[in-house]
């Protein structure tokens, strides 16, 4: 097996790697250059019946000026998006987003929200359409970055990013909201097909260039017994931990039997009268000489990495006797020697039948099975001690690579090393497999140190961009059909909700400051609304001071800034009293207060924080914060998917995975499970995500074993109890 680690320095294949980048450049021109005419031919037709069938002809002129514009600009648009979309595989260090910046979450305007709700409809359309060959593309990606400096970020190529690459190219063309959603229409019928070609083709030259032709992804980090904590907020259920700690092997896994009686059983009950007075007799090769023998197979059988036939191993002993006894063979093995190396022969059969094993650890294994027989000639209390530092290293072993799957891995070139190591060490005592399985211990925690910051740093982002989806939803469905005017949208879509984004994240969506949050958003919206009625109107006059307090005193706790909060206010401020003052409601004889104000209000926009108001009686029994509509529906059925989960289905499991038709089933293991949108995140050894499942789909996958739970069990232990229960019924 290749113990090579990852980062290739060889100029040749740095050369194949940056070709590859080069190659997958020229198919993205190509492929985006076969759809892009049709795009604007028919965006041209539709901008073209838009105009025909507008009601004025300001607006018409507008639409048949952006044609113009169009069709000026078309080569530079699509010279700049296919730029844009290769400049993201250019060779450059990866770009990580770690800390957060408030002003990701400034939305700017409500023409902006429709643009994201049109470029997210269609992105998950073609997420669904190409999910297997975008997963394909993203597991070579990202296994390209391990090989080479030349990598680049695996979600470059994800749908979303064409989308707002084909926008971006046209943001110097003066596009209305029509205009730019009859472009990205067109956009979306067209771009699934060049789509397809691209991560089929670069997909296909991935291959070529041999870079996981086969698709099975790395899913490793070995974390089974450690402190472990429910963390985030109660819409998400994650594991947080201290420090990888090794697995207790105390309990053997053998129960109630009594190991040593059994084995003696067996082995008495396998040996011919005649065998025993031979014995006596001393007809037998002592075990001193049947050790030595084994210590000279041993290298032989070193890199083995298939079953060891035990009968070959008799012969090759008798042989190695023989060949050191002056060519004579003048004796038989030991009949319990004899019969030990078939107990461990019946072991390794055990262990290789296990399916939770990956082939990479069965190959290590393997390499142990003559130092394993040693052992147990050697040491009487082999099967019957539980501690024994053999049983506890193979048994570490099976539990340290539960998730290697690749021979590249870098935790399975430290492994070997460790496992030579014993093999050239090991003699006739168990100092070596000490040695060993602290080693072990060792490499699993530095290993486990970087795993875990990795997977910490997934968890983290993924909280944070489901922060922000359940933000930007809750405002999508407040301002829905409402105005909230230039002036407030630096309040409205930026400071309140990075003030939600933080209360989410601190307290979660089954909180009171949550709900409270969520109440205020309402409330400010609310409030800027033309009043109609005399009640809006006085509710108005008598809440504004409460409403800007409140709104104030929240933003204050949000750190952000200071000046940015004061402008909010004041303008917040401004917005009431032009509402107050400029108030049309229906029946102006029930509305004295709105006469007065139009009677007293003369001057600019400016002068209207000057007027004076009049006293209106306040409502004390009336809340402030309006009560919210919730949708009860929704929450129920993601309660209900989640409820279709197995119990035993926690974060920190590790599961192979079902991932379509013709694909192999990737090892990854459960990081986070999502309760408000009922999904489970899946990440590698590493700590980097893989997989998102549904919980319905995933529990309908476990039933029908599609996916299945990998058992992170004492492989040796387990493998002895079965061979144990095997003898004691023929015993």
């Given at each position: 097996m290749s113990a090579k680690i990852h980062k290739i320095e060889d100029h040749a294949e740095e050369n194949k790697y940056k070709k590859l980048i080069s190659i997958s450049k020229t198919i993205i021109e190509k492929e985006l250059n076969t759809i892009l005419a049709d795009i604007f031919d028919e965006s041209d037709d539709l901008l073209f019946n838009t105009a025909e069938n507008a009601t004025s002809s300001s607006e018409q002129n507008e639409f048949f000026d952006i044609m113009r514009m169009l069709r000026k600009d078309r080569a530079q648009i699509i010279k700049s998006f296919i730029h844009k979309v290769q400049n993201r595989i250019s060779a450059s260090e990866l770009v990580q987003k770690d800390e957060f910046n408030a002003d990701e979450l400034s939305l700017v305007s409500q023409d902006e929200m429709e643009e994201m709700v049109a470029i997210s409809s269609i992105s998950n359309r073609s997420d669904n359409i190409h999910a297997e060959a975008i997963s394909h593309l993203q597991a070579r990606i990202e296994h390209l970055t391990l090989k080479t400096r030349h990598g680049f970020d695996k979600t470059a190529l994800l749908p979303k990013n064409f989308c707002e690459d084909f926008l971006s190219a046209t943001s110097h063309v003066e596009l209305n909201m029509n205009a730019k959603l009859i472009f990205l229409k067109v956009f979306g019928k067209y771009i699934d097909k060049a789509l397809t070609a691209i991560y089929n083709t670069i997909n296909y030259r991935f291959i070529e260039a041999d870079i996981l032709p086969s698709i099975k992804v790395t899913a490793p980090t070995q974390e089974k017994s450690r402190s472990t904590t429910q963390t985030v907020n109660d819409n998400f259920y994650s594991f947080s931990s201290t420090e990888y700690q090794t697995p207790d092997y105390s309990e053997s896994a053998v129960g109630g039997h009594n190991i040593q009686n059994i084995i003696q059983n067996y082995i008495r009950s396998s040996i011919p009268d005649t065998a025993i007075t031979k014995i006596n007799e001393q007809n037998f090769y002592e075990r001193s000489h049947v050790v030595d023998a084994l210590s000279n197979l041993q290298t032989q059988f070193s890199q083995s990495t298939q079953p060891v036939n035990f009968d070959l191993i008799k012969r090759a002993l008798l042989n190695n006797i023989k060949s050191g006894s002056g060519g004579m063979i003048t004796k038989q093995v030991n009949h319990v020697d004899e019969k030990t190396i078939e107990i461990i022969e019946l072991l390794f059969d055990e262990i290789l039948q296990d399916e939770n094993l990956t082939n990479a650890t069965k190959t290590l294994i393997l390499r142990l099975q003559i130092p394993t027989v040693k052992v147990a000639m050697l040491d009487p209390q082999f099967f019957n001690n539980p501690h024994h530092p053999a049983r506890n290293f193979l048994n570490l072993l099976s539990h340290v690579g539960i998730g290697i799957t690749e021979d590249s891995d870098q935790l399975l070139a430290g492994i070997e090393v460790i496992v030579?190591?014993?093999?050239?060490?090991?003699?006739?005592?168990?100092?070596?497999?000490?040695?060993?399985?602290?080693?072990?211990?060792?490499?699993?925690?530095?290993?486990?140190?970087?795993?875990?910051?990795?997977?910490?740093?997934?968890?983290?982002?993924?909280?944070?961009?489901?922060?922000?989806?359940?933000?930007?939803?809750?405002?999508?469905?407040?301002?829905?059909?409402?105005?909230?005017?230039?002036?407030?949208?630096?309040?409205?879509?930026?400071?309140?909700?990075?003030?939600?984004?933080?209360?989410?994240?601190?307290?979660?969506?089954?909180?009171?400051?949550?709900?409270?949050?969520?109440?205020?958003?309402?409330?400010?919206?609310?409030?800027?609304?033309?009043?109609?009625?005399?009640?809006?109107?006085?509710?108005?006059?008598?809440?504004?001071?409460?409403?800007?307090?409140?709104?104030?005193?929240?933003?204050?706790?949000?750190?952000?800034?200071?000046?940015?909060?004061?402008?909010?206010?004041?303008?917040?401020?401004?917005?009431?009293?032009?509402?107050?003052?400029?108030?049309?409601?229906?029946?102006?004889?029930?509305?004295?207060?709105?006469?007065?104000?139009?009677?007293?209000?003369?001057?600019?926009?400016?002068?209207?924080?000057?007027?004076?108001?009049?006293?209106?009686?306040?409502?004390?029994?009336?809340?402030?914060?309006?009560?919210?509509?919730?949708?009860?529906?929704?929450?129920?059925?993601?309660?209900?998917?989640?409820?279709?989960?197995?119990?035993?289905?926690?974060?920190?499991?590790?599961?192979?995975?079902?991932?379509?038709?013709?694909?192999?089933?990737?090892?990854?293991?459960?990081?986070?499970?999502?309760?408000?949108?009922?999904?489970?995140?899946?990440?590698?050894?590493?700590?980097?995500?893989?997989?998102?499942?549904?919980?319905?789909?995933?529990?309908?996958?476990?039933?029908?074993?599609?996916?299945?739970?990998?058992?992170?069990?004492?492989?040796?232990?387990?493998?002895?109890?079965?061979?144990?229960?095997?003898?004691?019924?023929?015993?």
């Open positions: 030579d190591t014993l093999l050239n060490e090991y003699e006739q005592d168990s100092v070596s497999f000490q040695k060993a399985f602290d080693a072990l211990n060792n490499l699993i925690n530095k290993e486990y140190d970087n795993c875990q910051k990795k997977e910490q740093h997934t968890q983290k982002h993924i909280l944070r961009d489901h922060a922000r989806k359940i933000v930007l939803a809750e405002l999508q469905r407040l301002a829905r059909g409402k105005n909230i005017g230039k002036k407030n949208e630096p309040l409205v879509l930026k400071l309140w909700p990075t003030q939600m984004y933080h209360v989410y994240l601190n307290y979660g969506k089954d909180s009171d400051e949550w709900n409270e949050s969520v109440s205020s958003l309402k409330l400010i919206i609310d409030s800027i609304q033309t009043p109609t009625t005399q009640k809006e109107l006085q509710q108005l006059v008598n809440r504004q001071d409460d409403i800007l307090t409140l709104i104030e005193d929240k933003l204050n706790l949000s750190k952000q800034d200071n000046k940015a909060i004061n402008l909010a206010i004041y303008t917040l401020s401004e917005t009431f009293l032009e509402l107050i003052n400029l108030a049309d409601i229906e029946d102006p004889e029930e509305n004295s207060f709105a006469s007065f104000a139009m009677n007293t209000f003369a001057g600019d926009f400016n002068d209207i924080k000057e007027i004076n108001q009049p006293d209106i009686a306040a409502n004390n029994e009336e809340s402030l914060l309006p009560e919210l509509d919730e949708d009860a529906t929704a929450v129920i059925d993601k309660r209900e998917q989640l409820q279709l989960l197995p119990n035993d289905v926690k974060p920190g499991l590790w599961f192979e995975l079902f991932d379509g038709d013709d694909k192999p089933k990737r090892r990854l293991k459960l990081s986070v499970i999502i309760m408000e949108e009922a999904q489970l995140i899946f990440v590698n050894r590493q700590g980097v995500k893989i997989l998102e499942k549904n919980a319905a789909d995933f529990a309908s996958e476990l039933e029908t074993e599609q996916s299945k739970i990998i058992a992170d069990h004492s492989v040796f232990d387990q493998a002895l109890n079965n061979v144990i229960s095997v003898l004691s019924k023929s015993g």
